[in-house]
């Protein structure tokens, strides 16, 4: 490979696509077969002499030629790092050094379109817990290294999954250089107006370094949601549910740092951009087709005391039904963002009336909203509405007083033609008497 390679960047550029560059081509071909099919056999030792000659010889820099060997070898560095051992062997220094190699690939090969309009600032400050130093780091819209694509596609998505591979292991000192993945990715979010399968990898990235910074560095935390949530705003009408499950996963991820957030960012812009996400969720959720909703029979019902993951006092979502376990989720997002909004709500009202008494400022309630939905909406709104009311009702102090006055219209409802709409205001119900009593 290296005779080959010298002897292809030594030809002149007319003739790099003759014997040559060829024969390069046919090497690193070879040099990956040998990788995938050895991958489960070689040691430690051995897989760190592969990363070390993947890293010297695939182009990243932006000024760097293009070369015939890029695919072939980003594919065998992924074949790498896909085998766990091998990323949980790595050093830290090499661990990180590799890291930023991938970083400058990402940011070399992803593909640039437009960039779209975000909704917060787009700068990120982290101070990084282990070392002390202020990091601070803004997501541009255009960036030099985003300036000129020499190549695009498949490196980019296999780059991306070994930067994935190397964030998401349990031992990686991923804190140190968590505020640079960060914003490599955050400026490919931002730069890209679509979707596709990088912006799940993407995510599931960001979801990695997120579950560490929660515990180790909460403002890095914190920045990454603030800045996540309008993409996510955006993204979430992708047809891909793959994305859309990634986005969940962030969302129930940060759903205490959002509960917080009317005591740690209580401003305009926290209020635009949690009320536009609760939206365009909730918009999304209603347009469903009925069965892809979360179901009834994915759920337990159950007087056992023993406490289950993802469940309400006497019922929870069954662990074999992935599907449901996500529409779950998706109600609990719902709920904790519409109580979350609400406060927000009621505190700018407070601002309001605080500089300017004479002129109350009045926002709507979206905990009523959800209510007055669950009774009078149109049938899936209905119940989406209705699936949200018991998630509410964890939250007693936030709907107690409406209670009462809801319980004789809910018990009407349970005669509706739609046997749908009919169940789930049983469940309701359960959970109004409950509470009352």
């Known amino acids: ?25 046919e090497c690193a071909f070879v040099f990956r077969l040998a990788v995938e099919l050895g991958v ?18 695939l182009p990243v820099a932006a000024d760097a030629p293009s070369q015939p060997v890029t695919d072939d070898y980003s594919r065998s560095l992924k074949a790498i790092l896909d085998h766990a051992p091998h990323v949980e062997h790595l050093r830290d220094k090499k661990w990180r050094t ?22 917060l600032n787009t700068s990120l400050v982290s101070q990084h817990s282990r070392n002390g130093r202020t990091t601070s780091f803004r997501v541009s819209q255009s960036s030099g290294s985003y300036a000129t694509r020499h190549d695009a596609g498949r490196p980019a998505e ?36 679509s979707s596709g399968s990088l912006h799940q990898i993407a995510f599931s990235c960001v979801n990695s370094i997120t579950a560490r910074a929660i515990t180790e560095d909460s403002r890095l935390a914190q920045r990454i949601i603030l800045d996540i949530i ?39 812009d926290v209020y635009s951009s949690l009320s536009n996400l609760l939206e365009v969720i909730s918009a999304e959720y209603s347009r469903r087709n009925e069965r892809d909703i979360l179901q009834l029979d994915e759920m337990v019902f159950s007087t056992d005391q023993k406490q289950q993951v993802m469940s309400l006092d006497k019922f929870h979502i069954r662990a074999e039904h992935t599907r449901g376990t996500f529409n779950w989720a998706t109600i609990s997002v719902l709920a904790c963002l519409t109580l979350t909004v609400d406060q927000l709500s009621h505190t700018k009202q407070e601002h309001s009336a605080n500089e300017n008494p004479s002129k109350r400022l009045r926002l709507t309630n979206g905990v009523e909203d959800v209510f007055r939905q669950s009774l009078s909406a149109s049938a899936l709104t209905k119940v989406r509405a209705l699936q949200t009311v018991p998630f509410l009702l964890n939250d007693y102090s936030a709907v107690s007083d409406i209670l009462p006055d809801l319980l004789a219209q809910y018990t009407n409802q349970i005669l509706d033609e739609d046997r749908t709409v009919a169940t789930w205001t049983m ?11």
């Open 98 to 119: 590799l890291a930023e190699f991938l970083i400058q690939g990402v940011s070399r090969y992803a593909p640039e379109e437009a960039p779209p309009s975000s909704g």
């Open 230 to 268: 309008p993409t996510i705003r955006r993204l979430w009408p992708s047809k891909s549910l793959l994305l859309r499950d990634e986005m969940l996963i962030t969302l129930v991820l940060s759903s205490d740092i959002i509960k917080a957030m009317p005591q740690t960012h209580s401003n305009d």
């Open 158 to 193: 296999d780059l991306f999954c070994c930067l994935e591979r190397l964030t998401s292991a349990t031992n990686a000192p991923t804190m140190s250089i968590a505020a640079d993945v960060i914003e490599c990715i955050m400026r490919f979010l931002n730069s890209s107006s």
């Open 427 to 437: 469940v309701a119900i359960s959970r109004h008497a409950r509470r009352i009593r």
């Open 40 to 57: 489960r056999k070689i040691t430690s030792k051995t897989a760190n002499a592969v990363i070390d000659h993947v890293v010297d010889t």
């Open 1 to 25: 490979m290296r005779i080959e390679r010298a002897a292809y960047l030594s030809t002149s550029k007319s003739s790099k696509s003759s014997i040559t560059a060829n024969r390069l081509r």
